[in-house]
């Protein structure tokens, strides 16, 4: 039987990682508008302004608590399954929140790349779970 617990795990760490990257996004257009004389004052200011705004401190959290979801999905979970199922959903997630929030919309060439990661998520556990003996019917 398969345990479905780590695929869970990866398709969470795929919403947290995907789905706050048009959230940071947003919280993050006020730093274009800094400026500063130098370098170092510029990057101090601008840290300081990403690290007091809410709508960008907010998503970095939960994207990081994907990374922390990540890890210890990897305790569960090989490797070489792991990385490819959460980059993917990552991808997945980023398109559909994208959407939602009115950013980009889904294009026809968008809907075929979701649909062929899907696809290739899909091999890849069929094939992990043919190697491990794993029984699909």
């Known amino acids: 039987m398969l345990d479905i617990t780590p695929w869970a795990g990866l398709f969470l760490v795929g919403l947290l990682w995907g789905g706050t990257n048009p959230f940071i996004k947003r919280g993050s257009t006020g730093v274009k508008k800094i400026k ?53 959903s990552t991808f997945l997630f980023t398109a559909l929140v994208g959407q939602f929030l009115g950013e980009d919309k889904i294009t026809k060439e968008t809907l075929i790349g979701i649909l062929l990661v899907l696809s290739g998520i899909m091999l890849c556990v069929y094939d992990k779970s043919e190697l491990t003996g794993i029984d699909h019917e």
Not at 51 to 74: D, H, I, K
Not at 82 to 87: K, M, T, W
């Open 36 to 88: 500063a004389s130098n370098i170092i004052v510029q990057l101090l200011l601008e840290l300081k302004y990403l690290f007091t705004e809410w709508r960008y401190v907010l998503p970095f959290a939960l994207n990081q608590l994907g990374s922390v979801v990540f890890f210890l999905t990897l305790q569960k979970t090989d490797l070489s399954l792991a990385v490819p199922i959460a980059n993917a």
